[in-house]
């Protein structure tokens, strides 16, 4: 990931309109900065969600609230709490798709 030319910007979260995204079950809440080809995002996973689609972008990913279940394709599952992060590239590994059985509250990059 390249962080493209941008000014310093301060983003207030809750400022920011929410956009819902199915999952295969329960939902996510995006708040989404854009700049250029980055993409910022402050996401609320609903208890029991499910994604619908196994991923293959690149993220930062870090936890701010909840518990999050990332299981990679090939089978490998980690359990995300407060505090921790992953990090993968476009392609970098297996596929990857997000579940969680509480809640979530994730700070985003990619």
């Known amino acids: ?3 493209p030319t941008s000014p310093f910007t301060v983003t207030d979260w809750s400022k920011v309109e929410a956009t819902s995204h199915p999952g295969e ?3 996510a809440l995006w708040r989404t900065l854009n700049i250029g080809d980055l993409r910022v995002r402050m996401v609320e996973y609903s208890p029991g969600y499910l994604a619908d689609h196994w991923c293959d ?3 930062v990913l870090y936890v ?3 518990e999050l279940d990332s299981e ?4 490998r599952k980690f359990k995300l709490t407060p505090g ?5 590239s476009d392609f970098g ?6 579940s ?3 809640g979530a509250t994730l700070f985003i990059v990619d």
């Open 84 to 88: 921790m992060s992953y990090q993968v």
């Open 1 to 3: 990931m390249k962080l």
């Open 100 to 102: 969680t059985a509480v």
């Open 72 to 75: 990679l394709r090939d089978g």
């Open 25 to 27: 079950t329960g939902h």
């Open 57 to 59: 972008r690149g993220h």
């Open 64 to 66: 701010l609230k909840g």
């Open 93 to 98: 590994d297996a596929a990857h798709r997000s």
